[in-house]
């Protein structure tokens, strides 16, 4: 680990940067240029004292994970993610492999959403990054771990919690469409892969699961249009869009609702409440 270079690294990467940026708001007169040390911590979901350290050549180690964290904070290129992991004193992370790190333009698109609930996964139906409104929509995906991570694995492992989400009717188109698309998936990391994994652990779980599988299906693609099921507010029709980056290992999905419509009420309602009691 070269503490210099890191510290040098994550100094000059935040005061490249403007609240502009990353979807923050200006605030008050700054002194200093680029962001604060407390945003960056905020973006990286890391205490400040710890971001601190590290810019001050005195902190510990960061695991891989805080490193991901700070770059897709940071807005890093793939090439300045991977410079980040070496001054740290790991290897660059496989470019080809399932990864937390979400590039760049796909982060400012995000960061200019404030008004639909928006959120980046991963071919896995891993949440990487939401905005405010998925948040209140959907539910903090940020505590999650492990193979809990992916909504597909909630869906078959935990269906009484996982599944109040959508209308009952729905369900079992919802559980074909993440089993092909977990095959699809599969198909592209190999069976070794925490796809392969997911695979394993829920054929072990889940006999719905299995049968499913051996069905054989293979496709990724969103619904354009599905009805949510909010634990407050009820039923809300949404249509759903879908940006792949250029490798399709990432979406960025928008849920939006037509002007004026009900739904679209109360997806205002969501956004201006937030995790609030409805």
């Known amino acids: 680990m070269d503490r210099e270079a890191l510290a040098e690294f994550l100094l000059r990467r935040r005061e490249m940067l403007q609240p502009s940026d990353v979807g923050l708001s ?29 810019e001050q050549q ?3 180690q960061p695991s891989p994970q805080i490193l991901t964290a700070l770059a897709r904070a940071l807005r890093l290129t793939s090439d300045e993610r991977d410079y980040l992991h070496r001054v740290a004193g790991y290897s660059a992370p496989d470019r080809a492999a399932v990864t937390d790190y979400v590039r760049p333009g796909m982060l400012r698109i995000l960061d200019r959403l404030h008004d639909a609930p928006a959120f980046v996964v991963s071919v896995l139906d891993e949440v990487l990054v939401q905005n405010d409104a998925a948040r209140a929509l959907l ?24 599944r109040g989400r959508y209308l009952e009717s729905d369900h079992a188109r919802q559980s074909r469409s993440l089993v092909a698309s977990l095959r699809a998936a599969q198909g592209l990391l190999g069976s070794r892969s925490r796809a392969g994994e997911i ?13 499913l599988w051996d069905a054989q299906e293979v496709r990724r693609r969103f619904e354009e249009h599905k009805v949510l099921v909010h634990p407050e507010l009820g039923e809300i029709e949404v249509d759903c869009q879908a940006l792949f980056t250029e490798d399709e290992s990432q979406a960025l999905i928008v849920l939006t609702a037509a002007p004026g419509s009900e739904a679209a009420g109360k997806l205002e309602l969501v956004r201006v409440l937030g995790t609030q009691t409805v």
Do not use: C
Not at 26 to 54: F, H, I, K, N
Not at 139 to 146: N, Q, R
């Open 139 to 162: 539910g903090d995906a940020g505590h999650l771990v492990g193979l809990e991570r992916s909504g597909i694995f909630r869906w078959f492992a935990h269906p009484d919690t996982e």
């Open 58 to 60: 005195r902190g510990p």
């Open 199 to 211: 695979v394993r652990e829920l054929t072990a779980r889940s006999p719905e699961f299995v049968e």
């Open 26 to 54: 200006p605030g008050v007169r700054r002194r200093t240029p680029g962001l604060r040390r407390e945003e960056v911590a905020q973006l990286a979901t890391m205490s400040t004292d710890y971001y601190t350290r590290l």
